[in-house]
C-alpha cells in the first residue's frame, strides 16, 4: 500500500533578544526525546551552538547540522531560510514537524508566510515570547519599540515569560502591553517557557481524526502532560471531537475560520467538500486555512478536533459553526 501523502507541520516561534526562545526549543527537544516513541522534527534555528543540547541526545555534528538520536536535527539557518529549509524536505526520511527560530529582531509572520507558499507544508502556529521582567524598558525605547509590536500583530499565542523575574507593577505593565498590542489571543504567563508543548502541531495525536472519527459522543478528552516545573499543565487543556458525514460548504468553512467562536485555542481536521473532494481545515490562535486534503481519511468519515482551556471550549457553539457549514 502506497504511504499516505501528508503535509509537514510548519511553526515559527519568535520573541526579542532574551525573551526565552532557545529555552522553548530545547523543551521542546526533550519532551520529544521522552517519548516512547519520538517524533521526527527539524528545528531551524539561527545558532544552534546556543540551544545547548543535552549530549546524550547528540548522535552527529556537522559545521551547520547536529542530529538526534531520537531521528531529530537542528539546523543552522545561516543567511538562506529557503536554502536550510530546502534541505529538510529533501530529506530521504520526511519529518513530521518543522519548527523555526525567527531571530529576536525579525517578523515571525513574514517566515510564516512561507507554509502558506508551499503546498507541501501546513502552516501553524506563531508563538510569540515576551519577556515579562524587560518588555517595558524596551517597549520605551524608539529603536526597539516597533520590532516588538510587529511580532506581537500577528502571533496566534503569546508566552509572557521570566514573570517570576518582574515585581508586581513590571508584571502589571507587562500585561497591559502585551494586552494593548497582541489583541484576542491566548497569552500563557511562564517561568523558564514552560509553554505547554502540545499545543504545537508536533505534539498532536497525529491521528486524531482517525481515533476520534467513529466515536458516537463525537468528544474525547486531551489528556496533557505536566511540562518543566509547572505540574497543572496537565489539567489546563481539554479537546473534543466533532464527527461529519455531511458536505461543507468550502466557503461557509472560509468564513467559520474567519469568526471562530472564542476559546478556540487549535483546530484541524478533515471534512468532505461540496466539490466533491475533501478538506483540511487548519485554525491556530487568528489564523487558518481551508485547502485541498491531500488524501481521504481512512475510515471516509470526515473529523475535526478542538482544543482549548479546561472550562473554555465553546463545544456547544463550534457545534453549532460547524453544522451551519453543511449542505443539503
Known amino acids: 500500500m502506497a504511504a499516505e501523502r501528508r503535509r509537514t507541520p510548519f511553526s515559527v516561534i519568535g520573541g526579542f533578544l532574551g525573551a526565552g526562545k532557545t529555552t522553548l526549543l530545547n523543551r521542546l527537544l526533550h519532551d ?43 539546523c543552522q539557518i545561516g543567511d538562506d531560510l529557503t536554502a536550510a529549509l530546502g534541505g529538510v524536505l529533501e530529506a530521504a526520511v520526511p519529518f513530521e514537524a518543522i519548527v523555526v527560530e525567527a531571530s529576536g529582531i525579525s517578523d515571525p509572520w513574514r517566515i510564516a508566510q512561507i507554509a502558506r507558499a508551499d503546498p507541501t507544508l501546513l502552516p501553524e502556529a506563531i508563538v510569540v515570547l515576551v519577556d515579562a521582567s524587560a518588555v517595558a524598558a524596551q517597549a520605551a525605547d524608539p529603536l526597539l519599540a516597533d520590532s516588538l509590536v510587529r511580532q506581537l500583530a ?19 505593565r507587562a500585561r497591559a502591553w ?17 509553554l505547554p508543548l502540545p499545543l504545537f502541531a508536533a505534539d498532536w495525536p497525529a491521528s486524531a481524526r482517525r ?20 505540574e497543572r499543565t496537565a489539567d489546563r487543556f481539554e479537546s473534543h471531537a466533532f464527527g461529519s458525514d455531511r458536505l461543507h460548504s468550502q466557503e461557509a468553512l472560509r468564513a467559520l475560520l474567519r469568526a471562530m467562536p472564542p476559546g478556540v485555542l487549535r483546530l484541524k481536521g478533515v471534512v468532505r467538500n461540496d466539490a466533491g473532494g475533501w478538506s483540511e481545515l487548519q485554525f491556530a490562535g487568528r489564523h487558518g486555512t481551508v485547502r485541498a486534503a491531500l488524501a481521504a481519511p481512512p475510515d471516509g468519515r470526515g473529523a475535526v478536533v478542538a482544543i482549548g482551556l479546561r472550562g473554555s471550549l465553546p463545544v456547544a457553539a463550534l457545534a453549532a459553526a460547524l453544522a451551519a457549514t453543511t449542505v443539503a
Open 211 to 230: 481515533d476520534h472519527g467513529d466515536r458516537d459522543s463525537d468528544a474525547a478528552t486531551w489528556q496533557g502532560r505536566a511540562i518543566g516545573r509547572d
Open 154 to 172: 500577528r502571533a496566534d499565542m503569546v508566552v509572557l515569560n521570566k514573570v517570576d523575574l518582574a515585581d508586581a507593577d513590571a508584571l502589571a
Open 32 to 74: 520529544n526525546a521522552a517519548r516512547a516513541a519520538p517524533r521526527r522534527i527539524a528545528v531551524l534555528v539561527n545558532d544552534f551552538g546556543a540551544v545547548n543540547i543535552d549530549a546524550a541526545l547528540v548522535a552527529s555534528a556537522s559545521s551547520d547540522t547536529i542530529a538526534l538520536s531520537n531521528g531529530c536535527v537542528c
Open 178 to 194: 502585551v494586552q494593548a498590542h497582541a489583541g484576542a489571543v491566548a497569552v500563557f504567563e511562564t517561568v523558564d517557557a514552560a
